[in-house]
Every structure is written in structure tokens, then in C-alpha cells.
């Protein structure tokens, strides 16, 4: 490998990682609200899953992949795993 070729991949790799630095704080930014929709759904005795509006997600995030040139069934499996871990927090904050 070429010099050339290994500063290009460092570089690309720091950029890579900057992104994952905002995911990682993205995410944690939207646990944050989810966190406080769960205290509202366990104050006021409701399910923690909301499957139509899930279903609404899903559809729309979709579109928006698919807009992104992002493989839209990529994007649902994320957000899927996303709904599961909200679910479960939610769960607990309602035991």
C-alpha cells in the first residue's frame, strides 16, 4: 500500500468515525425523549409499545432512506431494533 493510499484511508476512517461520534450522541439525545414518553405512558396507564404509530415510522423512515440512497430495508431493521430497546426501557420504567 502507498502512503498515498494509507493517508487517504486514515482520512476516510476519521470521517467514519466522526460519524459514529454524532450517532452515538444522536441516539442518545432521542433515548432521552423516549425516556420521558415512557414515564408519561407509565403515569398515565398506557401500553408501552404503540404499534400504529411504530408502523408509521417505519413507513416514513423508509421513504426517507430510500430518499438518502439508503437500502430502505436496512433502514427498517435499524429502526426496528431501535422500537425493541424502547420498549423495553419502557417496560421498565412501568415496573
Do not use: C, W
Request: proline residues 4%.
Amino acid at each position: 500500500m502507498t502512503d498515498a493510499t494509507q493517508a487517504e484511508l486514515e482520512e476516510i476512517r476519521a470521517s467514519i468515525d466522526n460519524i459514529d461520534a454524532a450517532l452515538i450522541h444522536v441516539l442518545a439525545e432521542r433515548f432521552k425523549y423516549t425516556k420521558r414518553v415512557g414515564k408519561l405512558k407509565a403515569e398515565h396507564s398506557m401500553p408501552p409499545a404503540d404499534p400504529e404509530r411504530e408502523s408509521r415510522q417505519i413507513t416514513r423512515l423508509r421513504a426517507l432512506a430510500a430518499e438518502a440512497d439508503l437500502d430502505p430495508a436496512f433502514a427498517e431493521k435499524f429502526i426496528n431494533f431501535i422500537i425493541e430497546e424502547v420498549i423495553r426501557h419502557h417496560e421498565a420504567i412501568r415496573n
